[in-house]
């Protein structure tokens, strides 16, 4: 696809420069830091469509490289559901984390969170891991020192790193090797 489509506008070229905003310095300052200001940012319909169009994305990248659903065993349904659950929950963190560095008040955060994790199938702690992650969630305002939201985002990824590593313990792969 171009990337460009009439009706939804410029999506896919908006959700390209997001992530090079963050990733790009000029002067001592991320990129994102001037481009906060724009309207695009502030559009509920840009987040929804960049979102799910950054969720189809990588479902279809996985889907291209594993069988079909109807040729899969129940455990292979039940692997791929899993990690449709994690990419999910991974892109929407990442959505959020985007959202607050754009400055969108943190009521429009919690409204796109929850339309979003009503879509999903994810799983207690990945919905409470995004609620806590989230400004209006986490209570946070101006006056609290950065050092405070440094050390809860710390525990967050923390707690992203341990779900991750205990989620990994439960894949099996045979390479046909005969390696255990």
């Not at 692997?79 to 963190?93: D, I, K, Y």
């Not at 560095?101 to 009521?107: H, I, K, S, T, V």
């Amino acid at each position: 696809s171009s990337g460009i489509n009439a009706e939804y506008g410029d999506i896919e070229s908006a959700k390209v420069l997001m992530i090079l905003a963050f990733t790009f310095q000029c002067e001592g300052k991320f990129l994102y830091e001037e481009l906060s200001g724009h309207p695009i940012w502030q559009s509920m319909r840009f987040w929804s469509a960049a979102f799910l169009h950054a969720v189809h994305t990588e479902r279809k990248l996985r889907v291209s490289s594993s069988a079909s659903y109807r040729f899969q065993s129940a455990a292979e349904r039940a692997e791929a559901a899993e990690v449709q659950r994690n990419t999910f929950f991974g892109q929407l963190s990442s959505f959020i984390s985007n959202m607050a560095a754009f400055q969108l008040p943190p009521e429009q955060i919690a409204e796109f969170r929850e339309k979003m994790v009503q879509m999903a199938d994810l799983d207690k702690d990945q919905i409470e891991m995004l609620r806590e992650m989230s400004p209006a969630i986490r209570g946070l305002d101006e006056s609290e020192e950065e050092s405070s939201f440094s050390e809860k985002l710390e525990s967050f990824r923390e707690r992203g790193r341990s779900m991750l590593k205990n989620m990994s313990k439960s894949f099996t792969f045979d390479f046909g090797l005969g390696i255990e």
